[in-house]
């Protein structure tokens, strides 16, 4: 049974996860009727929330571009990022007062009774095949490629990794772009030449489909 309370405990994810439960937050709470702007102080702003998780992603792109001196700023960046969304998680949860519906619309994950998220590990647990029809072409511009797949009921978002080398090497891989919609995606600063292309949905839960087969593409 859904209870009334968040989910905020963000320590154990991986980036990517992160930044997969970030994203809804983000985008459910924009113009939402329930907590409209600007709320209160100490509340942090929306617009912060937004440049403390743009400042978060920028130092992971370029820890995952080796650059290892900003381990220590995505770090400090990402505490700061999960600091503001307990805030406004409090924020939420006062202002919904038992209002689950409501609280289903943030973008944040509920809690069953017993402090398991929904879904995980529960019966009656849907877990979705890969996305299907996806496809890979080259995009508009230099540098860019175009992705497209079967959008997927209950999918919070989507992951596309890419990577250059062998793609049965699962630490080649890195995160390419994570999107709510994935109908004509286009990512752009992408490295020219051969790429393997890969992805994955994830629902509100935070579970995970399969990877889908990779697709190679030359970008250029």
Request: no cysteine; glycine share 8%.
């Amino acid at each position: 049974m859904l209870n009334s309370k968040l989910i905020v405990a963000y320590g154990s994810l991986s980036e990517p996860d992160f930044q997969i439960r970030v994203s809804p937050v983000l985008a459910g709470l924009t113009d939402h009727p329930k907590f409209p702007l600007p709320w209160p102080d100490p509340v942090p702003s929306l617009a912060q929330l937004k440049a403390e998780d743009a400042a978060y992603r920028e130092a992971q792109l370029a820890v995952q571009s080796r650059d290892l001196r900003q381990i220590h700023k995505r770090d400090e960046a990402r505490e700061r990022l999960t600091l503001s969304l307990k805030r406004v998680a409090a924020y939420v949860e006062l202002i919904a007062d038992g209002d689950i519906s409501a609280l289903q619309s943030t973008g944040f994950e509920l809690r069953r009774d017993g402090g398991r998220p929904v879904g995980v590990g529960t019966p009656g647990t849907v877990y979705l095949a890969a996305p299907a029809d996806f496809r890979v072409g080259k995009g508009p511009r230099s540098g860019s490629i175009k992705v497209d797949a079967t959008s997927q009921r209950g999918s919070m978002a989507y992951e596309i990794q890419i990577t250059r080398g062998d793609p049965n090497v699962e630490e080649g891989w890195k995160q390419a772009a994570i999107v709510g919609s994935i109908r004509h995606v286009v990512v752009d600063n992408l490295e020219p030449g051969p790429t393997w292309v890969r992805l994955r949905a994830v629902r509100r839960n935070g579970v995970s489909t399969p990877w889908t087969s990779p697709i190679s593409v030359i970008i250029g």
